[in-house]
């Protein structure tokens, strides 16, 4: 859901607040900048569609890669690992991106990963622990499931912008979009 997705970054270092947002851009950046404060990426799929008995055997997100800075550079590395947080339905108090969803609580925490770049792809394998927190039910938050990426790391002190960016959902070509790919089966 491109209208709910975006970045956004800490009001200051250490301080664990989401301060700027950034729903309208077509890029998704996670790390940290000059000033030490820390971004953090969300993703917000529709996931009504799965039917309410829906046993789920595996989950899969694919991210596009778009740039790093500073240039060949690799933040995954230098900032050890992506984190996932999954929330069933939104984080915070609306499904629309803001700022409290930097530091909202998640259901379930994921990682961190290390995924390998293929084809210009990330593709993290969510685990098994994590499919309970894939929402079922249209009438839950409007059927929403909810992912935020950040790295492990929240900054290395290094004083200069660390970031990995990655396609949004507003995107220009739709195949380069962030995908959740769910394989269920039914009684």
């Known amino acids: 859901s491109a209208s709910q997705d975006g970045w956004i970054r ?9 301060g700027t947002v ?14 030490k404060k820390q971004y953090r990426a969300l993703l917000s799929f529709n ?27 690799n ?25 409290s969803d930097f530091q909202a609580t998640p259901d379930a925490t994921t990682g961190p990963y290390a995924p390998t770049l293929s084809a ?27 992912i935020r990426l950040r790295f492990k790391l929240e900054d290395n002190s290094d004083a200069i912008a660390n970031v990995l960016n990655l396609v949004s959902g507003n995107g220009a070509t739709a195949s380069d979009r962030p995908t959740l790919t769910i394989v269920f089966s039914t009684p």
Request: aromatic share 6%; hydrophobic share 35%.
């Open 47 to 73: 996931t009504s569609a799965l039917p309410d008995n829906a046993t789920i055997s595996s989950v899969k997100l694919k991210l596009r890669y778009s740039s790093v800075t500073p240039p060949s550079t």
């Open 120 to 146: 210009g792809f990330y593709t993290i394998t969510l685990p098994p622990s994590t499919f309970t927190y894939i929402n079922k039910l249209a009438t839950n938050a409007g059927g929403l499931t909810q």
């Open 75 to 99: 933040p995954v590395a230098l900032l050890q690992g992506i984190l996932l947080d999954v929330h069933n339905g939104y984080f915070g108090t609306a499904a629309a991106l803001q700022a």
């Open 22 to 35: 950034n729903v309208d851009g077509s890029i998704l950046s996670l790390g940290d900048d000059a000033a």
């Open 10 to 18: 800490e009001t200051g270092e250490n301080t664990t607040l989401g």
